[in-house]
């Protein structure tokens, strides 16, 4: 129905900048807020920054100052960039966005495979 890609992640030392992309294609209608997680080896998976539809945005504290989510409406792409990284940020960071497709004409949440983001310290 949705298919999310993701794309960017790498490793950088601490303090250096990565910029996450995510690509939605398929039966698509329309999306609403797409968003970043991410996961930790033996942690939960946390919400890092979401971003409407209309462009409102929100960021989990660890991360404002530091982290920009921006969305390209047009080609149903968000960006994550990541500046002043540190090593906690070491996470597999997964797109999520509620997708409206044409096949069941229903908002469903979709996810991405993850990226991989490895700081070094």
């Known amino acids: 129905q949705v298919q999310l890609v993701e794309s960017g992640g790498g490793f950088v030392q601490a303090g250096g900048s990565l910029r996450l992309s995510c690509a939605a294609s398929?039966?698509?209608?329309?999306?609403?807020?797409m968003r970043w997680y991410r996961q930790a080896p033996g942690k939960q998976r946390e919400l890092v920054a979401s971003i409407t539809r209309g462009g409102s945005t929100n960021y989990a504290d660890f991360v404002k100052g530091r982290f920009t989510i921006s969305r390209d409406r047009a080609n149903y792409t968000v960006y994550l960039q990541m500046n002043s990284l540190k090593a906690e940020d070491t996470a597999v960071y997964y797109c999520n966005a509620d997708g409206l497709s044409a096949r069941s004409w229903s908002f469903d949440n979709y996810w991405g495979q993850g990226t991989q983001v490895t700081v070094s310290s």
């Open positions: 398929g039966t698509i209608v329309s999306i609403n807020a």
